[in-house]
């Protein structure tokens, strides 16, 4: 590890990964330390990724590498009980796809091994321990494979999934836990998936299924209490519960692979800027992934961040102008999207009628609309472009 950095990236989840890459080769000193000595491969979650996030993906030379790569090419907003649906199809945007269903362990190998060919200066097993932060450079000390050192960076980012946040004070964090767990596994019907993505609100919570390989990789949220008794199910009785609450639309659903929660829980920053600071992904905001926009948001985050820097004369990296530019530009897209997507939740948890009504107007609306679906599925895609 070097004495001094022009930026230095904390976390090599897929977001600062990211953000390295698109940094690499342009004369710039950028150091990426990860905790992890190894890659995630032992992830079960499936990300699904916009068509303008494969397009970065591809652009950073890392696409072709994922392994396995599932389109998506039609997604089908339904729910339970009451009137809307919705079809949003590639052929209806002109695009080959309006996305990929990818595994989070494959997105990470692929960004791992460009990293390590990159000019990046990038160490694993190693991890932030402390931050100051000084009028024109952070100082950080970092815990590299047991031996403690110390480094300055003109810009520190923090993209390490929000866990060293409170070594920043003028940073302030606001968590609201779900109280929902999001269950998941993969499921197999008698039928191929068709690459179609089904969103469904079901009376017992929204259920994603996305197209991964032959089958589904669901995403089925339910609340704290019921978690453990839907993770004890046995196959069968898993099966005829989803069954019943997602319908017939994939056909009859055969298998399903183990099951695992993750807990769920809204979290956002005061600021996503704090002096010679920067925070991206899931550091700046955690979001439920019933909408399947956790990734695609913080792919933006990384990606405008960089627009900057390579925009930023080399002395200014990093200075106050330049980081109140990034918080400006963030600010629409990250609250639009954390916006919808909680409110996706708070109509499924409150459940008072005209909640309902209004999301079958919603959806009614998308349906029949193609002017309002375009701008829907445009905004799904590439964001507030
Ligand atoms: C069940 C589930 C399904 C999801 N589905 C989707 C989806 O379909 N589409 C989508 O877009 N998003 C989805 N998401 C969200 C997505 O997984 C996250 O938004 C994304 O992983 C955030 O990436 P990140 O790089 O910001 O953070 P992380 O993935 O949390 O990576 C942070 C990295 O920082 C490292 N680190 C932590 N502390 C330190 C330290 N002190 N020093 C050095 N390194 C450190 C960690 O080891 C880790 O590698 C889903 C999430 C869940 C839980």
Request: with cysteine; charged share 20%; glycine share 8%.
């Amino acid at each position: 590890m070097r004495d001094h950095y022009d930026v230095l990236i904390v976390g090599g989840g897929p977001v600062g990964a990211a953000l390295a890459l698109k940094l690499q080769g342009q004369g710039l000193d950028v150091a990426l330390v990860e905790a992890r000595a190894s890659v995630p491969g032992d992830d079960p979650r499936a990300l699904a990724l916009s068509w303008g996030s494969c397009d970065e993906l591809m652009q950073l030379g890392v696409w072709q590498h994922v392994a396995q790569r599932t389109p998506i090419e039609t997604v089908h907003v339904s729910q339970q009980g009451a009137l809307g649906r919705v079809k949003l199809s590639h052929e209806e945007m002109q695009l080959p796809a309006l996305g990929y269903v990818v595994n989070f362990g494959d997105l990470h190998a692929a960004l791992h091994q460009a990293l390590l060919t990159s000019d990046v200066d990038y160490l694993t097993g190693a991890q932030l321990q402390q931050v100051k932060t000084l009028a024109h450079y952070a100082v950080a000390k970092v815990d590299v494979n047991g031996a403690s050192k110390m480094t300055t960076a003109q810009l520190l980012v923090l993209a390490d999934g929000g866990r060293s946040v409170e070594m920043l004070p003028q940073i302030k964090r606001y968590s609201r836990a779900y109280q929902q767990q999001a269950v998941i596994a993969d499921v197999f019907a008698d039928k191929p998936n068709g690459g179609v993505a089904y969103e469904r609100f079901s009376q017992s919570g929204p259920i994603a299924m996305l197209p991964r390989g032959e089958g589904f990789a669901l995403v089925w949220t339910q609340t704290e209490a019921n978690a453990p008794t839907v993770l004890a199910w046995d196959d069968a009785t898993f099966l005829q519960q989803l069954q019943q609450a997602f319908g017939d639309r994939a056909g009859k659903l055969v298998k399903v692979g183990p099951r695992s929660a993750f807990p769920l829980y809204l979290r956002q920053l005061n600021n996503n800027v704090a002096q010679r600071v920067a925070l991206i992904g899931n550091a700046a905001q955690a979001l439920h992934p019933v909408a399947g926009q956790g990734f695609n948001l913080g792919l933006r985050d990384a990606l405008d961040l960089a627009k900057l820097i390579l925009t930023t004369p080399r002395p200014r990296i990093g200075d106050a102008a330049m980081l109140q530019q990034f918080s400006q530009r963030r600010r629409l897209d990250a609250n639009l999207t954390v916006g919808f997507t909680d409110l996706l939740i708070q109509v499924f948890d409150e459940h008072p009628t005209w909640l309902q009504l209004t999301r079958s107007v919603g959806l009614l609306a998308l349906d029949l609309l193609p002017g309002v679906r375009r701008f829907f599925t445009n905004r799904m895609i590439f964001g507030t472009k």
